[in-house]
């Protein structure tokens, strides 16, 4: 089973829909974080949570929300989705292992926003 | 301003030789870096690291260079494997903030060629 799970992995919504992207891991890791994917972007940091009563903001977290449910689970939230909100989503956990700073990454939600 | 960048989009090479991929950044609190790599439908997964401390890791064909004088730090796969084609993503942190955030380049595209 993956270590880092993310619901959906595809999908396909309208301008001014509400969407939920879900994120589970069974790592037990504490950091959890939301990155989006554009082509010649790479990847930038939406939220990023040390645990469930810390949620921090990333580099474009306008037009996104987030909620820390469990250690385990870290959604993120488009309260009304607009067309370039379009891109690929990554989920990824890490925790503190003294000199390592690996984050570890979800499969990826595919959004695509008409 | 892109803190962390990799300037060549594409990169083609034959197969047995040897692939460098460069990265360059401009933040010199960075003091931990990383690369990741990416197939197609996947989530990045962590690659080989290397702290400040240090000028050279290797792990087995894929060694990490860096030249901390010039805000410099190279991938170098030897010898390259059609399996190697992926995105490759070079990621940077500062290790003594806490929040283990990563700060990605936007990738370079490594074919390799049988």
């Known amino acids: 089973d993956a270590d880092v799970t993310q619901t959906p992995r595809n999908r396909i919504t309208k301008t001014g829909k509400r969407i939920m992207l879900e994120c589970s891991q069974t790592?037990?890791?504490?950091?959890m974080y939301w990155y989006r994917q554009d082509p010649g972007l790479g990847l930038r940091l939406i939220y990023y949570?040390?645990?469930?009563?810390?949620?921090n903001k990333g580099e474009i977290s306008d037009g996104y929300s987030v909620s820390r449910q469990a250690q385990a689970k870290f959604s993120l939230s488009l309260e009304s989705a607009i067309p370039n909100q379009t891109a690929l989503y990554f989920c990824?956990?890490?925790?503190?292992?003294?000199?390592?700073?690996?984050?570890?990454f979800g499969p990826g939600t595919r959004l695509t926003v008409l | 301003d892109q803190q962390v960048k990799q300037n060549s989009p594409s990169l083609s090479v034959q197969e047995g030789r040897i692939s460098i991929l460069n990265c360059d950044y401009t933040?010199?609190?960075?003091?931990?870096f990383l690369w990741y790599k990416k197939y197609p439908a996947e989530g990045p997964t962590f690659l080989i690291s290397?702290?400040?401390?240090?000028d050279k890791n290797e792990d087995g064909r894929f060694t990490v260079f860096l030249n901390k004088s010039a805000k410099h730090l190279s991938l170098h796969i030897v010898p390259s494997q059609p399996g190697d084609s992926a995105v490759y993503f070079c990621?940077?942190?500062?290790?003594?903030?806490?929040?283990?955030?990563?700060?990605f380049g936007k990738g370079t595209k490594l074919s390799v060629i049988p």
């Open positions: 990824a956990t890490a925790t503190p292992t003294g000199t390592k700073y690996e984050q570890f």
């Open positions: 790592k037990g890791h504490d950091r």
């Open positions: 949570s040390f645990d469930v009563k810390d949620i």
């Open positions: 933040n010199s609190m960075f003091d931990y």
């Open positions: 290397i702290s400040s401390i240090k």
């Open positions: 990621a940077a942190s500062v290790s003594g903030a806490g929040s283990y955030q990563l700060t």
